[in-house]
């Protein structure tokens, strides 16, 4: 049974910094792209950044040169360095494979406002 469980969301001003996590299981962690995803109210879900097996990330035109991701094989899981958060990050978090869509998790709120 594939899980995903997303942590570290949470309210911040504009300008502020969060750092997502999620801890995954039931696949081939290490040998799996993975991607953050995020869905604001109202819109579809959206493909922010990516990351090969090799930890090679990739980002969306929106979040580049302000998000980071990474990822830990050791502990099957991948983060996302949020900075410079604008009030249009504001979202539900998901992570989940970046090829390859298992079912979703809970996700983690992001919410940037002053």
């Known amino acids: 049974q594939v899980l995903f469980v997303e942590s570290g969301g949470g309210s911040v001003q504009p300008g502020g910094s969060l750092r997502l996590s999620c801890a995954a299981s039931g696949f081939s962690f290490s040998v799996s792209g993975m991607g953050w995803y995020r869905q604001a109210p109202g819109k579809e879900r959206e493909l922010v950044a990516t990351?090969?097996?090799?930890?090679?990330?990739d980002y969306s035109d929106s979040v580049k040169g302000r998000f980071t991701m990474s990822r830990d094989n050791a502990r099957n899981t991948v983060y996302l360095q949020m900075n410079s958060l604008k009030p249009e990050d504001t979202a539900v978090y998901y992570c989940?494979?970046?090829?390859?869509?298992?079912?979703w998790g809970q996700g983690t709120q992001v919410t940037v406002s002053s």
């Open positions: 989940n494979g970046a090829r390859h869509i298992y079912p």
């Open positions: 990351i090969t097996s090799g930890s090679s990330p």
